[in-house]
């Protein structure tokens, strides 16, 4: 499993990553822990979850539960120096956690010690900012999308306290590093020159959705991420399941996500179908396996810093893990983008 190192850190990455969303709603326990060690086995060294988790749905009740799970393989196995750590405090939400209080300087040491205490660790290696205060484009809301209406004052003030909270947690050497999530163009150079203005920490990785249908980062955030050497970690690379052609037909396997969440989060349409259609005849015509072309694809980016997947079940991991190795080659990958120039922004 080849490793980079992720952004300006000195943390070494997998190019896979393993997601725990679903840890304590579709996968038992006993799931979770299973995979965290076959994702190991297959030299998988990083980890993501969040304080949030697990979704579908996300209840007040059930806040940190994920973590939690993951706290205990960590205090069982004692293997927690053998994977990269990384999790997320909440923004503005609807009451969910803190009373729906967003990121500020104190609402993240109250985050990173509930964290701390659930994963039964020390420290975090990556610390990220699940979206910002000010609002977020991402989660299919760029359709509708208009900035805030903060001052640039107030949002910088916010920054700056949040960056010297940040400073303080580092130098307690409760959190290495910091990144961002679900985050625009703007927002992450802003994050970026106030740390160098004020000698806190810079943010070394993004946390944002992308996919071969989902590629609003190739641009703006793309640039500015290779030119600033930020890592990409892609979430939704396999588009909640339609990458992997589970849902073709209008097919819903039980316990799936779309038998939960009948939209996927408003990205089940024509359009999305037509798209999957485009990639599947891609992936049989050079007999590929659509999920792990899709994964593949994600791997070759520029940008990226790590793709991150979930897997309901281990049959699900042991499935991805197979083509874990696939290299996709350039006409495979001009494939792809003439797709996707067919079958633009499809949700």
């Known amino acids: 499993m080849l490793k980079t190192t992720l952004g300006t850190s000195d943390l070494q990455v997998s190019q896979f990553c393993l997601g725990t969303m679903t840890y304590g709603t579709q996968t038992s326990e006993q799931d979770a822990h299973r995979q965290i060690d076959m994702a190991l086995a297959a030299g998988i060294n990083f980890v993501d979850t969040a304080e949030m988790y697990p979704v579908n749905p996300v209840k007040p009740e059930t806040i940190g539960k994920t973590e939690?799970?993951?706290?205990?393989?960590?205090?069982?196995?004692?293997?927690?120096?053998?994977?990269?750590?990384?999790?997320?405090?909440?923004?503005?939400?609807?009451?969910?956690?803190?009373?729906?209080?967003?990121?500020d300087g104190e609402t993240i040491v109250e985050a990173v010690e509930g964290?701390?205490?659930?994963?039964?660790?020390?420290?975090?290696?990556?610390?990220?900012?699940?979206?910002?205060n000010r609002g977020s484009y991402h989660f299919r809301q760029y359709w509708t999308y208009k900035p805030g209406d903060q001052s640039k004052q107030e949002i910088e003030g916010n920054m700056v306290e949040v960056l010297e909270a940040m400073r303080e947690l580092q130098a307690a050497g409760k959190?290495?590093?910091?990144?961002?999530?679900?985050?625009?163009?703007?927002?992450?150079?802003?994050?970026l020159r106030l740390a160098r203005q004020?000698?806190?920490p810079e943010m070394v990785a993004i946390q944002n959705e992308y996919s071969m249908m989902c590629r609003i980062f190739d641009t703006d955030l793309g640039e500015l991420c290779v030119r600033e050497n930020i890592g990409l970690l892609a979430y939704s690379p396999l588009a909640t399941g339609l990458l992997t052609g589970k849902y073709r037909g209008g097919v819903v396997p039980e316990g799936s996500r779309m038998s939960i969440n009948k939209s996927l989060g408003d990205r089940v349409n024509e359009r999305s179908t037509a798209a999957v259609e485009a990639y599947a005849e891609i992936a049989e015509r050079h007999c590929l396996d659509l999920a792990q072309m899709a994964l593949a694809?994600?791997?070759?980016?520029?940008?990226?810093?790590?793709?991150?997947?979930?897997?309901?079940?281990?049959?699900?991991?042991?499935?991805?893990?197979?083509?874990?190795?696939?290299?996709?080659?350039?006409?495979?990958?001009?494939?792809?983008?003439?797709?996707?120039?067919?079958?633009?922004?499809?949700?």
């Open 297 to 347: 694809f994600c791997v070759a980016r520029p940008f990226m810093g790590s793709v991150i997947f979930g897997a309901t079940s281990s049959a699900q991991l042991a499935h991805i893990l197979e083509g874990a190795d696939l290299t996709l080659t350039e006409e495979q990958l001009a494939e792809i983008d003439a797709a996707y120039r067919s079958h633009p922004m499809p949700f």
């Open 198 to 200: 004020t000698g806190t």
């Open 68 to 103: 939690e799970i993951v706290g205990r393989w960590i205090a069982e196995s004692g293997r927690r120096d053998e994977m990269v750590l990384a999790t997320k405090i909440i923004g503005n939400n609807k009451g969910h956690t803190r009373g729906g209080r967003g990121i």
């Open 175 to 191: 959190v290495r590093h910091f990144g961002l999530s679900n985050e625009s163009a703007w927002g992450t150079s802003e994050w």
């Open 115 to 132: 964290s701390l205490r659930r994963l039964q660790t020390d420290v975090i290696d990556l610390y990220q900012l699940h979206w910002p």
